[in-house]
């Protein structure tokens, strides 16, 4: 390709177009000369932005890590602090996959320390976004209805309770098996939904869904059996 045959710079038509239709050579190159300059200068600030994302993600993973690392030590008030923040970077970056994670891990750490209004928004933030991403019989979908069925459990929204704990549990079914344990906890939990809400019948067959998943997993001696005989014990006085 010669000088008189270089395609013009789309990102300087109209100054581009007045040079091309100069008859002199020298408005050719200087046409030719500012284009490049252009495109290096756009080369420059693209990567300028770019850099400035990774530093932003690279300082989100570390609030991550940070605040996992104090939830894990049970210090839930300053892992909430970090999580929140890598929540907001990530949100910002626009990973939505992490910001959903980071906003389930807030809920975590905010429903230990029994702050039940930030625990809701951050699980329902985190199943909003879960639902823009993946199919509804997706498991971390699950993951963030099984936090708000144990969220209005312990606040007395018994009705709530059921209906996001029975809709994990349909998940974990489907997706993992009847005999998974994370599949028994949430048969646990779904008996005491409906066991709070006066269903007997339906807490009392989750119970037994529950039982021989815990004796699997666990055997006679665990917390959770032990919880179980207790819970079922209750229902059976209830029943009459």
Known sequence: MNQFNRPINPLLPTFSTTLWNQKDSYYRDVYFFISLAAAVLFTLLGCSVSKAQ?????KAY????????????????SAYVYLLRAANQYQAAGLEERYAFAQLRCAFSAHRVRKYYLAEKHYKQSLETYES?????????????????????????????????NRSLAVKVDSLGADHIDTGVNYYNSGTAHMNY????????????????????????????????VNMGILYDKRG
Do not use: W
């Open 133 to 165: 991403l993946y199919p509804a019989d997706n498991l971390k979908i699950a993951a963030s209805c099984m936090g708000l069925g144990s969220l209005y459990a312990a606040t007395g929204n018994y009705y709530q309770a059921l209906i996001h704990t």
């Open 54 to 58: 990774s530093l932003d993600t690279l």
């Open 62 to 77: 570390q609030d991550l890590d940070q605040g996992l690392a104090y939830h894990k030590e049970k210090n839930f008030d």
């Open 198 to 229: 006066g269903e007997y019948e339906n807490a009392m067959d989750a119970y037994q869904k529950a039982l021989p998943v815990y004796l699997k997993h666990h055997g006679e001696d665990h917390q959770r059996v032990s919880s179980l005989y």
